[in-house]
């Protein structure tokens, strides 16, 4: 996140600011307690990977996901686009597959 902000220092409340610029009605912490209290912040390995064959329709990347342990809390750092991560260590060498999962992933925490 601080990458895609482009954030070289300041404080937490910069930060905010620079975040979310205009948007008063929601911040950062508030978004992230309302994640951490939901239903797939919880999820284990084997919903994550029901939800990767379901709905994101990527079921050949399952095996990485297990061997990863990615699990509901992981589930921001999918969102976040690195792809070093993406293809050096879950192995997702297609570009297509890769922003799927991100566009996924950010739905599923923003939304549930």
């Known amino acids: 996140m601080v990458e895609e902000l482009q954030i070289k220092s300041g404080t937490a409340q910069d930060?905010?600011?620079?975040?979310?610029?205009?948007?008063?009605?929601?911040?950062?912490?508030?978004?992230?307690k309302t994640w951490q209290y939901s239903q797939v912040y919880n999820w284990t390995t084997e919903n994550l990977i029901t939800w990767l064959n379901d709905h994101v329709k990527l079921p050949q990347y399952a095996n990485y996901f297990r061997r990863n342990q990615i699990d509901g809390?992981?589930?921001?750092?999918?969102?976040?686009?690195?792809?070093?991560?993406y293809v050096?260590?879950?192995?997702?060498?297609?570009?297509r597959h890769r922003r799927l999962i991100m566009i996924k992933s950010t739905d599923l925490?923003?939304?549930?």
């Open 15 to 32: 930060k905010e600011k620079k975040f979310h610029a205009i948007d008063t009605d929601i911040t950062v912490e508030e978004m992230w």
């Open 73 to 85: 809390q992981f589930l921001p750092r999918l969102a976040v686009n690195d792809n070093n991560y």
């Open 88 to 95: 050096n260590i879950m192995q997702i060498k297609d570009q």
């Open 109 to 112: 925490v923003l939304f549930g």
